[in-house]
């Protein structure tokens, strides 16, 4: 039977609401919430990136290549690429793949590349497909077929397993047409640095329970053609709202939280499978989940501690958007301290670490300072500034030890300032002033380094987010600029280094500076916040 819906590879990924939202017809006047900027600007790198990468590979393969022209009628765009298929084309650039009606498929792929028995699907994304090691089956750009994969002594595979559904939905697609390459399913992935293939064997049992990336893929996308389905034909609907992480970017938030907050739904507390769990034990509404006594635990949470999601449940009742978790709050403190925040963008590479001083005098004036590059990323210059950061960090740490004075360095979520850390001192290794990877080590494993959200997370329990922007105002902090955020710093940044075309724009600079300055003064107004005596007028988890 030839379904009624035709869904793309990005259903597998998205979620089972949003599939409703966008195949039910009476939603199609519905006000949504305006694409993202920041989201758009990702889009078109994208663009540029596989644009990049065509030109790369038609230089390679010359005539070889056939590019499916993108500005006609979709219905033309499959006609064309089915035609080159039945020619033998040997690489097929913006491919259009033939619809599959009766199993409800619909979608395209960057390019297809001709084997001996038919076509394997390549994505062209523009994030890292593979990290440092050794493993990765890839081949090189000039010979992107994968009969001439080699395993790789220099790259693992970086997991990406929104990469290889996109291609186990291609797969299905030309299987149905009969274009698959017989044998295994295999598909390609060229990533940011577009200098090989990354190749993955669809039918190998590398997801979690021992499940292949098809059969994976064949699950989630049977089950969102069924909610699709629902939806377009008014049957009673196979997905409710439920609050998860990508209600953030999701353009049909408005709809949701209206209908959850109406419903006063027990995702507004916890959140994602959690949710789930409390629903299936009857627990539907926070008001529910706020009665339950927090000492049994009702059934199994994998996000938080039963006895924190009642607690949570009952500040979301009073508005409250932190308590304490302990009776006296225990934050390192030191005679010198460095408040550090990194930008980076995207995985490009770190452009900035901006410190704030505080504390005992070693020398240096108290206060703000910055270690940045305005040259585009990735650059050179990088590793220049990221070395005036390391250096004068340790010429710090050491006048601090030469006096006597113990020493603290504070960030909130280590996990991206290590990142960038141990990434620089890898990328740059050897050049002036640059640490080893084992000094960085040293130091991030060491006392003196203090990641702040780990001691929001274990000693506050927060009802509405744990981000720097949501706690950092309770502790009596504002930011200067009424946009500031990571997303918009993005923005920021392609106007201060001229990334689109146009002259760098050093107001952009200074506002990237100011909201550096600001973020770095918002974690120091936190801990000293959390180690006065404002913590006995919050509310206490256990007077709840």
Known sequence: MTSQVQLDAGVVTRCRRRVHLEHDPTMRDVPTLPPDPTGQQ???????????????????????????????????????????????????????????????????????VKEKTGYVPVLVVRH??????????????????????????????????????????????????????????????????????????????????????????????????????????????????SRIVECRSCPWWPVCEADLKAARDVSLVVRGEDAVALRKAGVTTVDELAALDPAEQLVPLVG????????????WLRDLTVVRRVSRMEVPRADVEVDVDMESFGDLGAYMWGCWLSGQDVGEEPGYRAFATWDPLPCADEARSFAEFWGWLTGIRLRARARGLSFKAYCYNELAENRWLLGSAERFKGQPGIPTV?????????????????????????????????????????????EAGGENSMRWYRDAVGMDGRPPDPAQRRRLLEYNEDDVRA???????????????????GDL
């Open 304 to 315: 938080m501690l039963h006895s924190d999601a009642v607690v949570l449940a009952r500040a």
């Open 42 to 112: 990702r889009k078109a790198d994208a663009e540029d990136h596989r644009r990049a990468v065509a030109a790369a590979l038609g230089r390679v393969v010359g005539s070889d290549l056939l590019e499916i022209p993108q500005d006609v009628p979709s219905a033309d765009r499959e006609r064309v690429t089915a035609e080159a298929m039945q020619a033998g084309v040997p690489f097929i650039w913006g491919a259009a793949l033939p619809r599959d009606p009766l199993g409800g498929r619909r979608g395209g792929i960057d390019l297809l």
């Open 128 to 241: 890292k497909v593979s990290d440092p090691g050794h493993g990765a089956r890839t081949s090189p750009l000039s010979h992107p077929l994968p009969g001439g994969a080699r395993v790789d002594p220099l790259r693992k595979v970086r997991p990406q397993p929104r990469d290889q559904l996109r291609l186990a939905h291609a797969q299905r697609q030309l299987q149905a047409s009969g274009f698959a390459a017989r044998g295994r399913a295999t598909g390609g992935v060229i990533g940011m640095d577009a200098d090989v293939v990354v190749w993955h064997d669809l039918e190998a049992p590398t997801w979690p329970a021992g499940r292949t990336a098809l059969a994976e893929y064949d699950n989630r996308f049977s089950d969102r053609l069924a909610v699709a389905t629902a939806a377009a034909t008014g049957a009673d609907p196979l997905a409710r709202p």
């Open 438 to 482: 084992a000094q960085v080590r040293e130091f991030i494993t060491s006392d003196s380094w203090v990641d702040l959200f780990g001691i929001v997370q274990d000693q506050f329990l927060c009802a509405h987010g744990k981000g720097l922007k949501t706690i950092a105002p309770v502790a009596g902090f504002r930011w200067r600029d009424p």
């Open 523 to 541: 974690t120091h107004t936190l801990r000293l916040w959390m180690t006065s005596d404002a913590m006995d007028d919050l509310p206490f988890a």
